[in-house]
């Protein structure tokens, strides 16, 4: 069918299309087209019909996705780095994208709505309270019909408002909105960059699971400035999309192996007591559930827990560390493995083979031993260790000198930290905050539920496993 252009009706006609199209929740152009195929048909055309929004070929024409073409919704900030974009439309549109543009008031300055719109060929959303374009498509139906939303060059300013959740005009409003995937091309004055605000922002953003490409360094546009700041290249950012759409898509640990320890180990004084600690397999448990979420082939190797086995997964059940020990080496080879167990550092030394009786006169004196360290066994491996070894560290004082020294004395990527005081109840809980220290740095994610620091963990691990995270800082990725 021939493209429709709406033009040359009077203003009131305009006007009751543009209601009756919000009303069915369609643009005008497939209101116009739902009208007519309904005129050739002989319908009835001239009342409202509310439940269109669900009639079939209404759909086909307008939001019904196309499985075979992937949508890119390309948010333009204002930065020098915007006449790049333009060459990254062609580029998406090259590989068969359809691309849609939103274009920030800085970003105006740079490149205009009508270069953007003729080369995704569609018009370009500029204004939140524009009212032809709410009526048009509205922001929330730009925030859901797309498969991932590119921020090219996602600017200090862009990346400040996503990270405080503003939402003062089209483009911030749509990334709040959004819940497809996020992909952030940063584009700043290196002086920027390395500002802590900008690295506070960066790493919420992380911790909101949204994914970086680039920035690389180099000269600047303004005269005499050199160092990290220019946007990644257009072909760079189509590989980062073609990484987080392709063969992934929202399944970004497809084809992968990750094995994750969890909840405590019980080491037996006799048949009838033993050692413990407080740990729920919470936070284990739930990173082995987005894992297999992502796609990912998981085995969990898990101690005694209440809670109950996550769907999807291969659980392996065991007592003592010595089995959880061999339950893991068993487990490998693995892409990644992730150490969320509270392991007992002890064992007693000779376990009574019967209960031990209460003596009279005498109180039992149990003899220790040191249980063999899993984490360091397997991150210190010189053949098959997996590409990513995570520990975590619970600690109640020290936090971070003492995450940084188990980084270094166990030889793993990253530690994922946490306060496991009483007063934090996150022993236990279903609440965590956590911070992500690695060879680059630590990170500080906001308090979350032990499900969101498992999602934005797994993200973190995907972009790693793929080599194209720019703020893991791991040794091995
Ligand atoms: N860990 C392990 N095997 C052990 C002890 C710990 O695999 N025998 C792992 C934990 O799963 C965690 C990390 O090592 O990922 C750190 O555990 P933690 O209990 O915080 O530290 P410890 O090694 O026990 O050191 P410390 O007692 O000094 O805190």
């Keep these: 069918m021939a493209s429709l252009t709406i033009r040359r009706l009077d203003d009131d006609l305009k006007q009751r299309l543009r209601l009756r199209a919000a009303r069915n929740g369609r643009s005008m152009e497939d209101e116009v087209r739902t009208i007519l195929r309904g005129a050739a048909g002989g319908k009835d055309v001239r009342g409202p019909a509310p439940q269109l929004v669900t009639e079939p070929r209404a759909r086909a024409v307008a ?147 949204i994914a970086q490409v680039g920035p690389n360094e180099g000269e600047m546009a303004e005269a005499g400035e050199a160092g990290q700041g220019r946007m990644a290249e257009p072909l760079e950012i189509v590989a980062a999309v073609e990484s987080l759409l392709g063969s992934a898509g929202d399944r970004p640990l497809a084809g992968r192996r990750v094995v994750v320890t969890s909840g405590p180990t019980h080491e037996p004084i006799d048949p009838v007591r033993y050692i413990a600690n407080r740990s729920s397999g919470k936070q284990g448990h739930a990173i082995a559930a987005a894992a297999a979420a992502a796609g990912a082939e998981v085995i969990l190797v898990s101690g005694p827990v209440d809670i109950p086995d996550p ?19 068993e487990a490998m080879p693995a892409d990644c493995a992730i150490f969320a167990a509270a392991v007992a550092d002890w064992r007693v030394s000779a376990p009574g083979r019967e209960k031990i009786k209460k003596g009279k006169d005498k109180v039992p004196v149990l003899s220790l031993t040191e249980n063999p360290d899993i984490l360091a066994s397997i991150a210190q491996r010189k053949a098959k260790r997996p590409q990513l070894v995570i520990g975590f560290a619970a600690e109640t004082e020290d936090l971070i000198a003492n995450a940084r020294a188990k980084l270094a004395r166990k030889g793993s990527d990253w530690i994922v930290a946490n306060d496991v005081s009483p007063a934090t109840g996150i022993m236990g809980g279903d609440r965590n905050r956590v911070h992500l220290v690695t060879a680059a740095g630590v990170e500080s994610w906001p308090p979350q539920s032990k499900d969101e620091v498992a999602r934005a963990l797994v993200t973190r691990i995907a972009a790693a496993l793929q080599g194209g995270s720019q703020w893991t800082g791991s040794k091995s990725a």
């Design 63 to 209: 939001a019904e996705p196309r499985p075979d073409i992937p949508r890119i919704l390309l948010i333009i900030g204002g930065g020098i780095a915007a006449y790049k974009s333009l060459d990254l439309i062609r580029r998406l549109k090259e590989r068969g994208a359809a691309v849609r543009c939103i274009l920030t008031a800085a970003a105006q300055e740079f490149i205009t709505p009508l270069s953007a719109g003729a080369l995704s060929g569609e018009r370009a959303f500029t204004d939140l309270f524009d009212a032809q374009s709410e009526f048009d498509i509205g922001h929330i139906r730009l925030a859901r019909e797309t498969d991932l939303v590119v921020v090219a060059p996602a600017t200090a300013d862009l990346m400040a408002k996503m990270a405080g959740g503003h939402a003062d005009d089209l483009a911030s409003a749509v990334l709040l909105a959004t819940d497809r995937p996020v992909l952030i091309a940063p584009a700043m004055n290196p002086h920027m960059w390395n500002h802590p605000a900008t690295r506070r922002n960066l790493a919420q953003l992380a911790a909101d699971g």
């Design 311 to 329: 769907a999807g997964v291969t659980t392996i059940k065991v007592e003592t560390a010595r089995e959880m020990l061999h339950a893991v080496e």
